[in-house]
T-cell receptor
Framework: GAVVSQHPSRVICKSGTSVKIECRSL??????MFWYRQFPKQSLMLMAT?????????EQGVEKDKFLINHASLTLSTLTVTSAHPEDSSFYIC????????????????FGAGSRLTVL | QKEVEQDPGPLSVPEGAIVSLNCTYS??????FMWYRQYSRKGPELLMY????GNKEDGRFTAQVDKSSKYISLFIRDSQPSDSATYLC???????????FGTGTRLQVFP
């Protein structure tokens, strides 16, 4: 089945530094990838939609200058958290559209394993 | 009001029990309904995917959608300790990939 790989799985950084998280579709091409954030005991919240070769679309309330997204190829999207602060500590998960799952009109999303960011 | 509401649990059941997990939603435009399973510190894994109202069965899992009452259910028969995880319901409208997730219900199946 479709696999989405995310790296690193865990990162600890100092406040003020930038962190880059990679999301790769391993056995399929993904023109669109999605970045989610999950705080403890809360639901996944969509941050932005990453489109290959064009600018990402950000959800309301998400700072695009802080969370830089680059989707340079059909298999790779990156999320860079710039000038990270402790409140940015969270679980970041990417996903990619990987098929229809047999349901008409459906777009099945495959998720990566997530990246846990801790900002000290 | 959240668009998708889900009881966070935790729900603890003995091995072999039938588990019922539920969500309610408020957006009548939702057409697709999904259940994901998420193990600790891992990304969500798609379990069931249904369109509009009705039932869908896959092995020990049955997904049920009642659009008239805006109610989504997942039933797990003969539950196993390996089913212990957080179960997330999610919904979306027809013309978007944007999934709206519930908070997830943590399930523990003890031997």
């Amino acid at each position: 089945g479709a696999v989405v790989s995310q790296h690193p799985s865990r990162v600890i950084c100092k406040s003020g530094t930038s962190v880059k998280i990679e999301c790769r579709s391993l056995d399929f091409q993904a023109t669109t990838m999605f970045w989610y954030r999950q705080f403890p005991k809360q639901s996944l919240m969509l941050m932005a939609t990453s489109n290959e070769g064009s600018k990402a679309t950000y959800e309301q309330g998400v700072e695009k200058d802080k969370f830089l997204i680059n989707h340079a190829s059909l298999t790779l999207s990156t999320l860079t958290v710039t000038s990270a602060h402790p409140e940015d500590s969270s679980f970041y998960i990417c996903s990619a559209r990987s098929g229809t799952g047999g349901v008409p009109g459906a777009n099945v999303l495959t998720f990566g394993a997530g990246s846990r960011l801790t900002v000290l | 009001q959240k668009e998708v509401e889900q009881d966070p649990g935790p729900l603890s059941v003995p091995e072999g029990a039938i588990v019922s997990l539920n969500c309610t939603y408020s957006n009548s435009a939702f057409q697709y309904f999904m259940w994901y399973r998420q193990y600790s510190r891992k990304g969500p894994e798609l379990l069931m995917y249904t369109y509009s109202s009705g039932n869908k069965e896959d092995g020990r899992f049955t997904a049920q959608v009642d659009k008239s009452s805006k109610y989504i259910s997942l039933f797990i028969r003969d539950s196993q300790p390996s089913d212990s995880a957080t179960y997330l319901c999610a919904s979306r409208t027809y013309n978007t990939d944007k999934l709206i997730f519930g908070t997830g219900t943590r399930l523990q199946v003890f031997p």
